[in-house]
C-alpha cells in the first residue's frame, strides 16, 4: 500500500488535492491528518495521510489468503465497499474453524488485520471480516436475547446479568434497549469479562 503525504494550512485544500493528484473520487480514498505546530512562531501545518480503497482491499485479500492458507484451509474472498467500512467475506471449506468459538478467531482475524493496516499507514481502517453471514446472524440473536430480557426485567422489577461480550456487542445492547423507558443497561466488570446489566429504570 502506498501512502501519500500532503502538507498545508488548510484540511479541505490538501483532500481536494489529493482528488485531484489521484484522479479518484472521494469515497475512494481513506485518509488521517494531524496538526503540527513548527518554529519559534508556532506556525501551525496539517499533516494529511491518504491511502487509496483499491489497494487496502489488495492488500486485505493478500494478506487474510496468506493467514488463513497456512491454516491449512482453502479460501475464496469477496470484498464490499461500505459508507463506513470495508466488509470482506470469507468462504473456505471449513467455516467453523475461521468462526471459532463464539467468534473468537473471526474476531482475532479482523483485529490482526486492522492493525497491519495501522502499523504500515498509520491510518485506522475499520475492516469487517464475515463468515457464513455469521455476525449478522449474531447480531440478530444478541438483539432477540436484549429484548426478551429487558421485558423480563420491566415486568419483575430484578435485574439480570448478561454473559460476557466484547465491546461491539455491549454497544450493541445499549444502542438496542436505549429506548425501553421501564429498564436502563450499564457495562460492568473488566476486560475481558465485562457485561451488560439490564436495570429497572425506578
Given at each position: 500500500?502506498?501512502?501519500?503525504?500532503?502538507?498545508?494550512?488548510?484540511?479541505?485544500?490538501?483532500?481536494?488535492?489529493?482528488?485531484?493528484?489521484?484522479?479518484?473520487?472521494?469515497?475512494?480514498?481513506?485518509?488521517?491528518?494531524?496538526?503540527?505546530?513548527?518554529?519559534?512562531?508556532?506556525?501551525?501545518?496539517?499533516?494529511?495521510?491518504?491511502?487509496?480503497?483499491?489497494?487496502?482491499?489488495?492488500?486485505?485479500?493478500?494478506?487474510?489468503?496468506?493467514?488463513?492458507?497456512?491454516m491449512g484451509l482453502e479460501v475464496n474472498l469477496e470484498t464490499k465497499r461500505k459508507e463506513n467500512c470495508i466488509l470482506i467475506k470469507i468462504h473456505s471449506n471449513n467455516n467453523a474453524i475461521l468462526i471459532g468459538?463464539?467468534?473468537?478467531?473471526?474476531?482475532?482475524?479482523?483485529?490482526?488485520?486492522?492493525?497491519?493496516?495501522?502499523?504500515?499507514?498509520?491510518?485506522?481502517?475499520?475492516?469487517?471480516?464475515?463468515?457464513?453471514?455469521?455476525?449478522?446472524?449474531?447480531?440478530?440473536?444478541?438483539?432477540?436475547?436484549?429484548?426478551?430480557l429487558a421485558k423480563e426485567v420491566s415486568q419483575t422489577q430484578i435485574e439480570i446479568k448478561m454473559d460476557s461480550m466484547n465491546s461491539y456487542e455491549r454497544r450493541l445492547v445499549h444502542e438496542i434497549l436505549k429506548?425501553?423507558?421501564?429498564?436502563?443497561?450499564?457495562?460492568?466488570?473488566?476486560?475481558?469479562?465485562?457485561?451488560?446489566?439490564?436495570?429497572?429504570?425506578?
Amino acid at each position: 500500500m502506498k501512502v501519500y503525504e500532503y502538507e498545508g494550512k488548510n484540511l479541505e485544500e490538501l483532500v481536494l488535492k489529493a482528488l485531484n493528484e489521484l484522479n479518484v473520487k472521494d469515497d475512494e480514498l481513506l485518509y488521517s491528518s494531524k496538526e503540527e505546530v513548527i518554529g519559534l512562531l508556532k506556525k501551525k501545518k496539517i499533516i494529511l495521510k491518504v491511502i487509496l480503497k483499491t489497494d487496502v482491499i489488495e492488500f486485505c485479500k493478500s494478506y487474510l489468503k496468506n493467514i488463513i492458507e497456512k491454516m491449512g484451509l482453502e479460501v475464496n474472498l469477496e470484498t464490499k465497499r461500505k459508507e463506513n467500512c470495508i466488509l470482506i467475506k470469507i468462504h473456505s471449506n471449513n467455516n467453523a474453524i475461521l468462526i471459532g468459538k463464539n467468534g473468537k478467531t473471526l474476531e482475532s482475524l479482523q483485529i490482526l488485520t486492522r492493525q497491519s493496516i495501522y502499523s504500515k499507514t498509520g491510518i485506522f481502517v475499520n475492516i469487517v471480516l464475515d463468515v457464513e453471514n455469521y455476525k449478522e446472524k449474531h447480531q440478530k440473536n444478541i438483539e432477540y436475547l436484549a429484548k426478551k430480557l429487558a421485558k423480563e426485567v420491566s415486568q419483575t422489577q430484578i435485574e439480570i446479568k448478561m454473559d460476557s461480550m466484547n465491546s461491539y456487542e455491549r454497544r450493541l445492547v445499549h444502542e438496542i434497549l436505549k429506548d425501553f423507558k421501564e429498564i436502563k443497561t450499564e457495562s460492568e466488570g473488566e476486560e475481558p469479562n465485562r457485561y451488560v446489566v439490564i436495570k429497572p429504570s425506578k
